[in-house]
């Protein structure tokens, strides 16, 4: 796919995966580390300023522990925060999904926005939070590999323009 169709005027569906299989080759399992990359770097952060707060408390004789109190909505914010600079930003990929060479794109192929990126990571929880098993099978039965909030959404998470060439060049 040239960058023209890549990146140009929308189309249905940019991705198309019986004429381009290798935007969606190995995927879902990228995904999944993607995710657990993303959570370490989410969580490390919250878990040095609890920490922080615990040793903080005693140094204050009780009194810093009211901090904790903190913690909740600040892994909120931090999250969103993460998902909508990083997923929302100019690559469309996280720093776990720029790791496993794959980038989340709009169904017709248009980057990401902060807006919608945001959206995506709260549709995920909400809907893990409900249909747990269902939104990751829903993956295995599509030829986009699309989750239950991608199809919500319109969204479509595939391999990098560069790892699809490599995969190109390799069935060759």
């Not at 140094?59 to 901090?67: A, E, K």
């Not at 914010?77 to 980038?103: F, N, Q």
């Not at 192929?109 to 549709?123: D, I, K």
């Not at 995920?124 to 829903?138: C, D, G, H, R």
Request: net charge positive; proline share 5%; with cysteine.
């Amino acid at each position: 796919m040239s960058d023209a169709q890549y990146y140009g005027e929308p189309r249905p569906y940019a991705f198309v995966p019986l004429t381009e299989p290798e935007y969606f080759d190995g995927v879902l399992g990228r995904r999944f580390v993607a995710f657990l990359i993303d959570a370490v770097l989410i969580c490390a952060p919250i878990g040095a300023a609890a920490v922080f707060i615990f040793v903080f408390g005693f140094l204050t004789f009780g009194f810093g522990w009211f901090l904790f109190s903190l913690l909740s909505p600040g892994f909120v914010i931090w999250a969103l925060a993460y998902t909508g600079l990083t997923l929302g930003g100019p690559r469309s990929a996280t720093l776990g999904m720029r790791a496993m060479g794959i980038e989340m794109r709009q169904s017709y192929g248009a980057p990401m926005y902060t807006l919608l990126a945001v959206l995506s990571v709260v549709l995920f929880w909400v809907s893990m939070s409900v249909l747990t098993p269902l939104v990751v099978v829903v993956g295995l039965f599509n030829a986009r590999k699309r989750l239950l909030h991608d199809l919500i959404l319109g969204t479509v998470v595939t391999n990098t323009k560069e790892r699809a060439a490599g995969l190109r060049r390799y069935r060759r």
